[in-house]
């Protein structure tokens, strides 16, 4: 008598959860839509919503419900606008260089290679409530037009602020059916450089106080601090960033998103 095999107990223990059922052509099909979508659950480290974006429309056809557990948002409220706007400001010049590597990436590929490629970026973006978390951002090419253009874009959102909130975006073409992957992809400046802040978080929050209109003793009061420790670092605010005043200070953190 031949001993009885683990994968034999497996499958009597499989037996005993399960019941017959004969699958008809219309439930398999249904069955592949079903196992498509929880894929996509299986795969993404973290929670996530997904859309499809219309290139042409400049607008979302669609927004899973799955984006108010991630930024606390509801599909009706996102904008294309307001969407961009959670990008950390820092960020925002990374989003706009990647973009533009992005499209001359995709431009040399032929419509026929489109397909076998997905984009994928990690940036910082706000929630409702003002935090921020990381967001691990991925997106392909949904449809084409005649020509050969991308009409509509599907991508994912996943957030991956569990992981590290920190740290410079990176940029990466992933691909797919043999095609090779290029991953930390270093994209040319567009209209405006990316530029490392020379100030400090505590400085960052006094600048930003300072825009908001305080004094520099409403600044202490709000902060918890003495009054001697903000006109101190306000004065190496201006000594690090050579400017002379601190309306030149805030014209310069602004256009070089130090805030």
Same mark, same amino acid.
């Given at each position: 008598?031949? *001993?009885? +095999?683990?994968? $034999?107990?497996?499958?009597?223990?499989?037996?005993?959860?399960?019941?017959?059922?004969?699958?008809?052509?219309?439930?398999?099909?249904?069955?592949?839509?079903? =196992?498509?979508?929880?894929?996509?659950?299986?795969?993404? *480290?973290?929670?996530?919503?997904?859309?499809?974006?219309?290139?042409? %429309?400049?607008?979302? $056809?669609?927004?899973?419900?799955?984006?108010?557990?991630?930024?606390?948002?509801?599909?009706?409220?996102?904008?294309?606008?307001?969407?961009?706007?959670?990008?950390?400001?820092?960020?925002?010049?990374?989003?706009?260089?990647?973009?533009?590597?992005?499209?001359?990436?995709? +431009?040399? =590929?032929?419509?026929?290679?489109?397909?076998?490629?997905?984009?994928? !970026?990690?940036?910082? !973006?706000?929630?409702?409530?003002?935090?921020?978390?990381?967001?691990?951002? +991925? %997106?392909?090419?949904? $449809?084409?037009? $005649?020509?050969?253009?991308?009409?509509?874009?599907?991508?994912?959102? %996943?957030?991956?602020?569990?992981?590290?909130?920190?740290? %410079? *975006?990176?940029?990466?073409?992933?691909?797919?059916?043999?095609?090779?992957?290029?991953?930390?992809?270093?994209?040319?400046?567009?209209?405006?450089?990316?530029?490392?802040?020379? =100030?400090?978080?505590?400085?960052?929050?006094?600048?930003?106080?300072? !825009?908001?209109? =305080?004094?520099?003793?409403?600044?202490?009061?709000?902060?918890?601090?003495?009054?001697?420790?903000?006109?101190?670092?306000?004065?190496? !605010?201006?000594?690090?960033?050579?400017?002379?005043?601190?309306?030149?200070?805030?014209?310069?953190?602004?256009?070089?998103?130090?805030?």
């Amino acid at each position: 008598m031949q *001993p009885i +095999q683990p994968i $034999d107990i497996a499958k009597g223990i499989w037996k005993t959860h399960s019941s017959v059922q004969i699958h008809t052509s219309e439930e398999k099909a249904r069955l592949a839509i079903e =196992l498509s979508n929880r894929l996509v659950h299986f795969f993404q *480290p973290g929670d996530f919503y997904y859309y499809l974006f219309n290139v042409s %429309t400049l607008q979302f $056809d669609f927004i899973s419900p799955g984006i108010e557990k991630v930024l606390g948002y509801t599909p009706e409220e996102i904008t294309l606008d307001l969407l961009f706007s959670l990008f950390h400001p820092e960020d925002q010049r990374y989003y706009v260089n990647y973009e533009n590597e992005v499209g001359k990436f995709l +431009q040399s =590929l032929g419509p026929e290679r489109i397909f076998k490629y997905k984009i994928r !970026m990690d940036l910082r !973006m706000r929630r409702k409530d003002g935090s921020y978390t990381r967001i691990l951002y +991925q %997106t392909m090419a949904f $449809d084409l037009n $005649d020509n050969g253009q991308i009409v509509r874009a599907f991508g994912v959102h %996943t957030d991956i602020g569990f992981l590290n909130i920190e740290g %410079t *975006p990176t940029l990466s073409f992933i691909g797919f059916d043999g095609e090779p992957s290029y991953t930390n992809v270093q994209a040319s400046e567009v209209l405006i450089p990316i530029r490392e802040s020379p =100030l400090s978080r505590r400085e960052k929050e006094i600048l930003n106080l300072v !825009m908001e209109g =305080l004094l520099n003793k409403e600044i202490a009061g709000r902060l918890n601090i003495a009054k001697e420790t903000v006109d101190k670092h306000r004065k190496n !605010m201006l000594d690090k960033t050579d400017c002379k005043t601190s309306t030149e200070l805030v014209a310069k953190a602004i256009k070089n998103g130090w805030v």
